[in-house]
C-alpha cells in the first residue's frame, strides 16, 4: 500500500528493486552527495563529447535546483519541484510561456519551478531525474517516518519512467496546461539501455568522492541497511568499546560487496539488450543472481558487526511490527528450493492451513531467515533432504529446519560439519571453504528481530535449528 494516493519515488525504486541504501540520515545523506557530485562529473564527461551546443538533457529535481556547474547549467533544462507554502500563482510554473513566476527575480534562465502539495510524502524527499541522449537515471534521498533514511538510484529506463509517471502524475493535478509540454520535453530522450561503460564511469567517479581521512566511513554509508531497524551509528571508530574482528568483518563485508554490487548492476544493463543469444542471457542471469547471493551475505555480516558495536542493538530495541509470515514464506521458499537444488538437496516446507501474524522486522526477518538457510544447506552433504516445519507454539511460531534422511555415504544421521572460529563473529568449514557467522552472533541477530535461535544435536537427525517468532497479541 502506498502511503498516499500517488507513489513516492522511493516507493517506486523500492518495488522495482533497484539498489536501496537504508540507514541514518546521516549516511543517506553522504551518499547523496557523492551520487550528485558522480553524476555531475558524467554529464560533463558527456558534453566534453559533444561538439554543438544544442541542450545537453533535461534535470527534474527536488526541493532545489542540484548544478551549479555553468558548463552544466548552460546545457540542461531543469525542473525544479517544492512543497513550500504557495499561493494560488505559484499554481504555475517559474519562465514558461504564461506563467507567473512566484519569485522571478531569483529564478535563473532556463529553470522552472513547479509545487507539490504539502500532504504530499514526496515532499520530504529530494529527488533528480536526469533525461539525456545517451542515458537516464534517478536518484531519491527519502526521510521515513520512523526516523531513518534511504537513498536509492537506477539506471534502468524503465525504473526511470515509472519515476517520471509517478511525477508527471502530480503535474496533471497541480498543473495540467504545462504537463504536456513537459512529457513533450521528456520524449525528446527515448529510455534506451546505457552502454555499460557509463555505469562504469559512474561508479569510478563515485569512488573518486570517497573521503580520504576516513575510507571506512564508505563501507557503513554505501551498504545496503535493514528498513525500519534505527540502530544507533554514533559510535566512532575511537569509541573504547570499538573490536578490531568488528572492524576487519565490516572492511571485508564492504570490499566485496562494492565490487559485486558493480558488477551486477552491468549485467542488469546488458540483460536489457534484445540482441543477446539465449546461452548469454542464462549465464548472466547466473552472475546476477551469484552476486545478489554474496551481496545478501555480505550485508548479514555487516548487519551482524554493527549489532556487537550497538548498545541498543544488543538489548533488542528495534523497529518491530506484526507482519504478515505467509507473505515473506511464500517469497522466500522458492529462493530456498532454488538453493537447495544447485547443492544437490532437497528441501520441503511443511505449513499449517493457515499463518498467523508475528511480531517482527518484515526486511531483517527475510534476510536473516535466507541467511540462515544459506548456512544450512552448505553444512550438508549432497543428496541430504531438509523439511522446514513451521506450527504454532503457544503464544509463539515455531519454526524448524532439520535433515530427514540419513547421510547416503555412511547411512548414518549427518555430522555437524568442522568448523574453525575465526575471531569472535565467524566460523570457517575447511570442506567447503565457507565463511559464516557463529552461533552466538547468528542468535544476536535473531533477537535483534524479536526472535529466538536454538540449535540442537539429535542422534536421529542431526544438527537441528528451531526458530520461535512472537505472535501478534490480540485485543
Known amino acids: 500500500m502506498y502511503e498516499w494516493i500517488l507513489p513516492s519515488l522511493s516507493e517506486v525504486l523500492a518495488e522495482s528493486g533497484s539498489i536501496v541504501a537504508k540507514g541514518s540520515p546521516t549516511k543517506a545523506e553522504q551518499q547523496w552527495r557523492m551520487s550528485l557530485a558522480a553524476i555531475e562529473h558524467l554529464l560533463i564527461e558527456t558534453l566534453a563529447k559533444t561538439t554543438s551546443d544544442a541542450t545537453l538533457g533535461l534535470v527534474l529535481a527536488a526541493p532545489a ?18 512543497a513550500k507554502p504557495f499561493n494560488p500563482l505559484a499554481l504555475m510554473p517559474f519562465n514558461m510561456p504564461g506563467a507567473i513566476a512566484i519569485c522571478p527575480e531569483t529564478t535563473p534562465p532556463g529553470e522552472s519551478v513547479l509545487p507539490l502539495l504539502p500532504a504530499d510524502p514526496l515532499a520530504a524527499e529530494q529527488f533528480c531525474l536526469v533525461f539525456t541522449e545517451k542515458f537516464s537515471l534517478v536518484l531519491v534521498l527519502a526521510t521515513h517516518k ?59 567517479f563515485l569512488l573518486q568522492e570517497l573521503p580520504e581521512e576516513e575510507p571506512k566511513e564508505w ?51 546488458l540483460l536489457k539488450r534484445r540482441d543477446l543469444p539465449t546461452t548469454v542471457i542464462n549465464r548472466l542471469e547466473i552472475i546476477d543472481h551469484e552476486c545478489t547471493e554474496q551481496i545478501d551475505r555480505m550485508e548479514l555480516l555487516f548487519k551482524a558487526a554493527e549489532l556487537e558495536t550497538s548498545a541498543t542493538a544488543k538489548s533488542g530495541i528495534t523497529h518491530l511490527t506484526p507482519m504478515s509470515l505467509d507473505q515473506v514464506l511464500h517469497q522466500s521458499i522458492p529462493r530456498w528450493q532454488q538453493a537447495a537444488h544447485r547443492r544437490n538437496l532437497t528441501l520441503d516446507v511443511v505449513l499449517p492451513q493457515q499463518l498467523p501474524t ?33 506450527i504454532p507454539a503457544g503464544d509463539q511460531l515455531k519454526l524448524q529446519l532439520s535433515p530427514q534422511s540419513l547421510c547416503p555415504e555412511t547411512n548414518q544421521a549427518t555430522t555437524p560439519p568442522i568448523r574453525k572460529a575465526l575471531g569472535q563473529l565467524l566460523m570457517f568449514q575447511p570442506e567447503t571453504g565457507t565463511i559464516s557467522l557463529n552461533l552466538a552472533a547468528t542468535k544476536h541477530l535473531f533477537q535483534a528481530i524479536g526472535g529466538k535461535l536454538i540449535v540442537r544435536q539429535r542422534p536421529e537427525y542431526g544438527e537441528v535449528m528451531t526458530i520461535f517468532l512472537p505472535l501478534e497479541v490480540s485485543r
Open 358 to 390: 508475528v511480531v517482527s522486522n518484515p526486511a531483517m526477518l527475510d534476510r536473516v531467515l535466507t541467511g540462515l538457510m544459506e548456512n544450512f544447506t552448505r553444512s550438508l552433504p549432497p543428496g541430504s533432504h531438509i523439511q522446514v516445519h513451521v
Open 65 to 82: 535546483p542540484l548544478f551549479s556547474q555553468p558548463t552544466l547549467t548552460q546545457r540542461l533544462q531543469t525542473v525544479t519541484f517544492t
Open 146 to 204: 520512523n526516523g531513518s533514511s534511504s537513498f536509492a538510484f537506477a539506471f534502468e529506463p524503465e525504473v526511470v519512467q515509472q519515476a517520471w509517471r509517478a511525477l508527471g502524475a502530480r503535474v496533471m493535478l497541480t498543473n495540467p496546461d504545462y504537463f504536456a509540454e513537459l512529457d513533450s520535453l521528456i520524449a525528446n530522450y527515448p529510455p534506451v539501455p546505457p552502454d555499460y561503460r557509463t555505469a562504469f564511469q559512474f561508479s569510478q
Open 219 to 269: 563501507g557503513q554509508g554505501i551498504r545496503e541497511e535493514f528498513p525500519q531497524c534505527p540502530i544507533s551509528h554514533t559510535q566512532s571508530a575511537s569509541t573504547p568499546n570499538t573490536n578490531p574482528d568488528v572492524e576487519l568483518l565490516q572492511a571485508f563485508a564492504h570490499e566485496v560487496r562494492t565490487p559485486l554490487t558493480t558488477i551486477r548492476t552491468m549485467t542488469r544493463l
